[in-house]
C-alpha cells in the first residue's frame, strides 16, 4: 500500500486550513458587510394619515336667510365676510345638522372695528338667546348648543357700514349626560334633568341665565 508523503499530508493539511481561514473570512466579512447594510438602512416608522385639522369653507352669499344658511354636519371653521353695507348692518346664517343628538362650541372672530353678536334663532328668525359679550373687535363664544336635528346661529354685525373678514367656527361633540343645553334662558326652554340626576353647566357670558326643569310624578319643577 503506497505511503502518503508527509509533507504533502502537511501540505494538504495546512491548504485545507488556508482554505477554511478563507472560506471563514469570506463568510465573516459578508456577514459584517449584510449587517452593515441593514444597520445602515433608514428606519421608517408609520405615523398614520396626517391630521390636517377640520376643514375649512367659504362662506358662499347669499345667506342672510335661514333658506341660505351655510350646512355644516360636523366640526368646521367657516371663513367668512360681513358686507359693509351703509345702509343696513350685514347678517349671516349658519345651520347646524346632527342625525344623532350632539353638543356644538361655537365661535366667531370679529373683523377690526366691528362689534359681532352671536344669535340662537327658529326658522322664521325667532330669536332664541343672544351673545354680545366682547365688544368692538372682540370674539364670541356660545358653548353647549343643542342640535337634535337642526339648529340655527347667526351672524350679526350690530352697526351698520362696518364689515370685514371674519371666522365662525362650530366644534361637534359627543351630549354630555348631566350637562347643560343652549338655550335655556327662558323656562320653556330649560334643560331636561332626570330625577336625581346632578346638573352641570358653563356661564357663557355676563348675565347669562340656565334654567333647568326635573320632572316628578304629577309636577314640574324648574330652577
Known amino acids: ?3 502518503k508523503n508527509p509533507a504533502l499530508a502537511v501540505f494538504d493539511a495546512h491548504g485545507m486550513t488556508l482554505r477554511m481561514s478563507r472560506l471563514r473570512v469570506l463568510c465573516a466579512f459578508s456577514l459584517i458587510f449584510v449587517g452593515c447594510d441593514r444597520c445602515g438602512a433608514p428606519s421608517v416608522v408609520d405615523a398614520g394619515p396626517i391630521d390636517a385639522g377640520p376643514p375649512v369653507l367659504t362662506e358662499k352669499e347669499p345667506n342672510d336667510a335661514a333658506a341660505q344658511a351655510l350646512a355644516l354636519d360636523g366640526t368646521a371653521t367657516v371663513e367668512a365676510n360681513l358686507s359693509a353695507d351703509p345702509a343696513k348692518p350685514d347678517v349671516d346664517w349658519y345651520v347646524l345638522r346632527a342625525q344623532q343628538p350632539r353638543t356644538v362650541d361655537v365661535r366667531v372672530t370679529a373683523p377690526n372695528g366691528a362689534d359681532l353678536a352671536l344669535e340662537l334663532v327658529d326658522e322664521t328668525g325667532g330669536l332664541l338667546e343672544t351673545v354680545n359679550e366682547g365688544g368692538v373687535g372682540a370674539s364670541e363664544r356660545l358653548p353647549n348648543v343643542n342640535v337634535e336635528a337642526k339648529t340655527f346661529v347667526r351672524v350679526v354685525a350690530l352697526k351698520k357700514g362696518v364689515g370685514g373678514a371674519y371666522t365662525f367656527s362650530a366644534k361637534f361633540q359627543d351630549r354630555a349626560p348631566g ?3 343652549e338655550p335655556n334662558e327662558r323656562k320653556v326652554d330649560a334643560t331636561a334633568v332626570a330625577l ?3 346638573i352641570s353647566g358653563t356661564v357663557g357670558h355676563a348675565g347669562d341665565d ?8 304629577g309636577r314640574d319643577l324648574v330652577a
Open 1 to 3: 500500500m503506497p505511503r
Open 179 to 181: 350637562y347643560e343645553l
Open 210 to 217: 340656565d334654567f333647568a326643569v326635573r320632572t316628578v310624578p
Open 196 to 198: 336625581g340626576q346632578a
